[in-house]
C-alpha cells in the first residue's frame, strides 16, 4: 500500500506539469473533430420534417438520412485501428476530416433524397475514422499521470455537442435554411485540417499485420444490423417488429462469429485479448452502460418539451442549454477528481449525481416548473460529465501503449451501442405509455414512467464503477513505482 500511494502522489505531481504545446494542439485539433461528427449524429434530427416538405418524400424515407449515418459509422469504426497502423494516425485523420467537410458542403447542395442518404453514408464512415482515431492521437501523446486531464479537456465538445445540436439546428433551420446544418461543418473542418497539418507531428504507417478481412466482414455487418435493429426500435417504439428484432439477432449472432474467429486468429481485426485485463473490462463494462444512460436519456426531455409543452425545436433545444453547463462543469472537474480520487471513485460519483437528479423528472407534469427542470438537468449534466470521460480514462491507463489502436476502436462501439440500445429500451416504454395517453397529464405521465426507467439503467451503470473502482486500486497496489508514458503505437 505504502508503494501504490507513492505512486499516486507521483501521478498527481506529473499530472501537474502543463501540457506540451503539441499535446495542447492535439486537444483542440481532436476536439474540432469530434465536434463535426457527434454534431452531425443529432443536428439533422430536428430537420427531418423540414428535409421531408423539401424532396417531398415521406418520413420513413427521411428516416434514412439519420440512420445510413449511424449505420456507417457503425460499420467503420472496427477497421480504425488497422487503418491508423498502416498509414499513419495523423494521415488518417485529416483525411477523414477533408473527406467530412467535402461531402458536408455536397449534403448541402444535394438535388434528390436519394443523393442525400447516398452522401449520408460516406459523411458516416468519415465521422467514425474522426471519433476513433481523434482518440488515438492524445493517447499517442499523453501519459498515464495527465490522461485524466487530457481526457476531460477534449470530453467537454464530446458531451456537449449532442445537447447542443438540435438547437443549433433549430436556429440553422428557422434562419438561414436547411441546408446549413451541413454547410456548418465546412469552416469547422477547413481549420481543422490546416491546424493539425501545421501543429501535428507525423506520424508514419507501417505494413505491419495482414486486414483480417474475413473479421472485418463479421464485425462490420454484426454492428450494422444490431445498430439498425435499435434504430428502428428508437423509431418505431415496436420492440416486436421482425423489422428491428431479425436484424438485432442476426448482428449478435455474427459478432458472437466474430469473437470466437477473433480467439482463434494469429491477427485479429480487434484484440479482444485486452479484456483479460481486469481494470480495462471493468471500464469498458462501465462506458458500455453508462453509454445508454446518458445518450439514451438525452432523447425523452425534448420530445417532453416539444409534445407535452408544445415547445418549438428551436425552445426546446435551448431548454436544454442547462444540461449542457452541468456536463461542462462536470467534465472540467473529472480530470482533477480522478487524478485525485481514481477514475472508478469519479465515475462512481458520476453515476449516484445522475440518478438522484433523475428522479425528480419522473413526476413531470404537464406544468412542471421551467427553473425546476432546469436546476434538475444542471446536476444530471455534472454526474454524465463525471461518468463518462473517467471510464474511458481508466481504460486506456491499463493497457500497454502498443494496444491504444486496439482500444480506441472498442470504447468507441461500446460507448454507441449502449447509447442504442439505452434509446431503444426508453422508446419502447414510452411509446406503450402514450398509446393510452389522451391529455396533456397522461402524456407527462407517459414521460414520468420512461424517466423511471432512466433512473434504472443509471443504476446499471453505476454498479460498474464499484467494479472499476476495485480494480483500478488492486492494479495501483500491484504496479511499479514509475510507469513509460503513452507516446506512441
Given amino acids: 500500500m505504502a508503494d501504490a500511494g507513492r505512486r499516486t502522489g507521483q501521478e498527481q505531481n506529473r499530472s501537474r506539469v502543463p501540457f506540451s504545446p503539441e499535446l495542447r494542439w ?48 457503425a460499420a467503420v469504426i472496427p477497421v480504425t485501428g488497422w487503418a491508423a497502423r498502416r498509414t499513419g494516425a495523423k494521415r488518417l485523420y485529416l483525411g477523414a476530416v477533408a473527406v467530412f467537410t467535402v461531402v458536408s458542403l455536397l449534403c448541402g447542395l444535394a438535388g434528390s433524397v436519394e443523393q442525400l442518404i447516398a452522401l449520408r453514408v460516406v459523411q ?23 490522461m485524466a486531464r487530457v481526457m476531460s479537456a477534449v470530453g467537454v465538445p464530446m458531451i456537449i455537442a449532442p445537447i447542443v445540436g438540435p438547437a443549433v439546428g433549430g436556429l440553422l433551420l428557422d434562419g438561414p435554411g436547411w441546408e446549413w446544418i451541413f454547410f456548418v461543418n465546412v469552416p469547422v473542418g477547413i481549420v481543422t485540417v490546416l491546424l493539425g497539418r501545421r501543429f501535428l507531428a507525423p506520424d508514419e504507417g507501417r505494413p505491419g499485420q495482414p486486414l483480417d478481412v474475413l473479421g472485418l466482414l463479421l464485425i462490420g455487418a454484426g454492428m450494422v444490423g444490431i445498430t439498425y435493429g435499435l434504430a428502428e426500435i428508437g423509431a418505431r417504439g415496436d420492440a416486436g417488429s421482425p423489422r ?31 479484456y483479460r485485463t481486469p481494470a480495462f473490462a471493468s471500464a469498458c463494462l462501465t462506458t458500455l452502460c453508462s453509454g445508454g444512460a446518458v445518450f ?41 477528481a480522478t487524478d485525485r480520487l481514481g477514475a472508478g ?32 438537468t444542471v446536476v444530471r449534466g455534472v454526474g454524465i460529465g463525471l461518468i463518462t470521460m473517467p471510464a474511458m480514462t481508466a481504460a ?14 472498442q470504447l468507441n462501439m461500446l460507448q454507441r451501442v449502449g ?48 467494479l472499476l473502482m476495485r480494480n483500478e486500486r488492486r492494479d495501483a497496489a500491484a504496479a511499479p513505482a514509475e510507469e513509460q508514458p503513452l507516446k506512441s503505437t
Wanted: glycine share 10%; charged share 5%.
Fill in 124 to 146: 458516416g464512415a468519415a465521422g467514425g475514422v474522426i471519433a476513433s482515431v481523434g482518440q488515438m492521437l492524445l493517447v499517442m501523446r499523453a501519459d498515464r499521470a495527465n
Fill in 244 to 274: 428491428a428484432l431479425v436484424p438485432i439477432l442476426a448482428g449478435a449472432l455474427l459478432t458472437a462469429a466474430f469473437a470466437a474467429h477473433a480467439l482463434r486468429t494469429p491477427h485479429p481485426l480487434l484484440d479482444l485479448g485486452l
Fill in 419 to 466: 447509447g442504442s440500445v439505452g434509446t431503444a429500451i426508453f422508446a419502447v416504454v414510452l411509446q406503450w405509455h402514450l398509446d393510452d395517453a389522451s391529455t396533456p397529464g397522461d402524456q407527462a405521465a407517459a414521460y414520468g414512467t420512461a424517466f423511471w426507467w432512466v433512473v434504472g439503467v443509471t443504476l446499471a451503470a453505476t454498479v460498474p464503477t464499484v
Fill in 345 to 376: 471513485a469519479t465515475a462512481l460519483i458520476g453515476g449516484v449525481a445522475m440518478s438522484l437528479s433523475s428522479i425528480p423528472l419522473a413526476f413531470l407534469t404537464g406544468s412542471t416548473s421551467y427553473w425546476l427542470i432546469g436546476a434538475v
Fill in 296 to 336: 439514451g436519456g438525452m432523447i425523452l426531455l425534448p420530445l417532453y418539451l416539444q409534445t407535452v409543452r408544445a415547445e418549438s425545436a428551436l425552445g426546446a433545444g435551448l431548454l436544454m442549454i442547462p444540461q449542457g453547463f452541468g456536463a461542462a462543469v462536470g467534465m472540467y472537474l473529472s480530470g482533477r
Fill in 26 to 73: 492535439s486537444i483542440v485539433i481532436s476536439a474540432l473533430g469530434a465536434i463535426m461528427s457527434l454534431l452531425d449524429s443529432t443536428i439533422v434530427n430536428v430537420a427531418l420534417h423540414e428535409l421531408s416538405a423539401h424532396f417531398d418524400a415521406s418520413l420513413i424515407t427521411i428516416q434514412w438520412v439519420v440512420t445510413s449515418y449511424l449505420l456507417a459509422l
Fill in 396 to 409: 486506456f491507463r491499463a493497457l500497454n501503449p502498443a494496444k491504444v489502436n486496439d482500444a480506441a476502436p
